[in-house]
């Protein structure tokens, strides 16, 4: 199996365009040594030809742009290589990518129903996507964890949704109500091999299903927005914890890291990098202590098989 990062940042990206905090600022004015991220997306691929794309970030096109393993073909005057698409929440940052694909449509986007009620009604991108050039073909995935799928392309790949505890975007009528779909991450296992990814760019904290999933795993993409849960509080940019937002911090005896730790992964990575966490300076004591601990920093471009 192969795992492309398209993007590895979370929300807004890195740097972020309103921020001018020390990472920001660092990374503008070429301070410290850091590299900036778009917002997190992956695609996998059996074959390296037809590839799922997981999420649709704003920042997309960009990102298409930059990985040729997604071009269109050659011989081909218009086309993609992406075969499908699978939406593991509905917030703006993993959903409004698929603007940017409308004139590509139909393309079958893989979502929970919950998921699909936030982006009719509160966030209407499917009521606004199904009037383009082929309409929208939008598949329901199940919050049963037995309920396996192949997305369309994916032959040789097996996808098991993962719910996971985190929460509904601000617009959601989930929000603060967590329900079963709202999130979820997926188990993606390659039917030839057995290697086993896991992929949970958020989640508050780990419940059974979760463990099991990385005690099965060669490698997992998992949440790292925040190094500490009162990040945002410290640095004046919300009132609200880490885990209010729906993200596990990453230090800390319940953190992202003392989970990981539990497991003997082969590859332990953190995705869904905010612009805030102290591990994106390469200087700074925490991106040293997750080299120490084994775990490595998603990066766009980054590519893992699996």
């Not at 020390?22 to 040594?33: D, L, M, P, S, V």
């Not at 059996?46 to 990985?67: C, T, Y």
């Not at 991108?125 to 939008?138: A, P």
């Not at 332990?268 to 700074?284: G, Q």
Request: charged share 15%.
């Amino acid at each position: 199996m192969q795992v492309l990062i398209l993007g590895a940042g979370a929300g807004g990206g890195f740097p972020q365009w309103n921020c001018h905090c020390e990472n920001c600022k660092g990374a503008r004015q070429h301070t410290i040594k850091t590299t900036p991220r778009t917002q997190s997306s992956i695609a996998v691929s059996v074959d390296g030809n037809k590839w799922v794309l997981i999420n649709a970030s704003p920042d997309l096109r960009e990102q298409i742009n930059s990985h040729p393993q997604l071009w269109p073909e050659d011989h081909v005057a218009r086309g993609t290589r992406i075969s499908s698409i699978v939406l593991t929440d509905s917030q703006i940052d993993h959903t409004t990518g698929l603007l940017t694909l409308r004139e590509g449509l139909p393309l079958p986007v893989y979502c929970t129903d919950v998921v699909k009620e936030d982006l009719t009604t509160s966030f209407p991108l499917f009521t606004v996507l199904k009037h383009w050039h082929g309409g929208l073909h939008q598949r329901s995935i199940s919050t049963d964890f037995n309920h396996t799928f192949v997305p369309e392309g994916a032959d040789g790949l097996l996808f098991q949704p993962v719910v996971l505890e985190s929460n509904a975007p601000p617009y959601s009528t989930y929000r603060d109500n967590i329900v079963p779909g709202n999130n979820i991450g997926l188990k993606i296992t390659d039917t030839q091999t057995g290697h086993v990814l896991f992929y949970a760019p958020g989640c508050m904290q780990a419940n059974d299903t979760v463990k099991q999933v990385m005690a099965d795993a060669e490698c997992v993409l998992f949440d790292g927005t925040l190094w500490v849960n009162e990040e945002m509080i410290e640095h004046g940019f919300s009132q609200k914890l880490g885990t209010q937002m729906g993200h596990m911090p990453v230090n800390g005896e319940n953190g992202a890291i003392a989970l990981l730790n539990r497991f003997n992964v082969k590859r332990k990575v953190l995705i869904h990098i905010n612009n805030t966490n102290p591990v994106l300076n390469e200087d700074s004591s925490a991106f040293h202590a997750l080299q120490e601990q084994n775990i490595e920093l998603a990066y766009d471009g980054m590519q893992i098989e699996v």
